[in-house]
């Protein structure tokens, strides 16, 4: 009866679920090539390969002191300017309306000035735009960039956090949705492990015929390798 019992539930489980084979790659939820949008000398590089880095982190800098100069002399400029403008707006109905006009403008002018210059300024701090580590470095102090040619001069990528990129048979197009269960084994790990898929890609492989999927996860070193199945309950 025992057996006949286990029988039926092996039946049952094969009714109630199907497994669809998937391989997949593991990369890094994060992942972004870094550029200077400006040119210049380098003068600082404040990271190497391994570096942790937290959001708008200072990660290197171009020599910007002819940038800081027109800077300070455009909040000078502005200053005054915006002095000036206040005096005439108390006495707006006793002067000319040009006149008014004219101080305006000036001070308009004055504050778009330290708008750009500050803008220019900016351009020459390369920051982290997320948390992660460097994983790789182009850049020493004294080389030079060019705002017109971009060139990588660090890769980063998330610390901790990664994803599964899933591939499996475009026949299945229909049946593999978010929120499926991936049941998954590592290259070389005999344990199994398991998964939510967050994401699936609304386009299939041209050349292998393959649909990928997502499945978030964390603390797996990025490049490894594996399989699994994903499990579809029958509706």
């Given at each position: ?12 489980s094969l009714v ?39 959001k ?24 005054f ?19 008014f ?9 004055a ?21 992660g ?14 705002g ?88």
């Open positions: 009866m025992k057996k006949i019992f286990l029988i039926l539930v092996m039946l049952v109630e679920a199907k497994e669809i084979y998937a391989t997949f790659n593991v990369v890094a939820q994060h992942d972004a090539q870094l550029t200077f949008i400006a040119g210049g000398i380098v003068n600082d590089v404040r990271v190497d390969v391994g570096s942790r880095v937290h708008g982190d200072i990660l290197a800098t171009l020599d910007n002191t002819d940038i800081k100069a027109m800077l300070q002399s455009a909040k000078i400029t502005y200053k300017a915006k002095r000036s403008f206040e005096r005439q707006k108390k006495i707006q109905k006793l002067i000319d309306e040009a006149k006009d004219k101080v305006t403008s000036a001070y308009e002018k504050k778009n000035s330290v708008d750009y210059e500050q803008a220019l300024y900016e351009k020459t701090f390369l920051k982290a735009p997320f948390d580590v460097i994983y790789e470095k182009n850049i020493e102090v004294g080389d030079g960039v060019s017109m040619m971009l060139t990588t001069v660090f890769k980063i990528q998330s610390q901790h956090h990664r994803k599964l990129i899933i591939s499996f048979d475009q026949k299945y197009y229909k049946l593999v949705h978010k929120g499926e269960i991936f049941r998954y084994s590592l290259d070389g790990d005999p344990r199994l492990y398991k998964g939510v898929i967050t994401k699936v890609y609304p386009h299939a492989n041209a050349t292998n015929r393959k649909l990928e999927a997502e499945v978030l996860v964390d603390d797996v070193l990025v490049g490894l390798f594996g399989d699994g199945y994903i499990i579809i309950a029958n509706e």
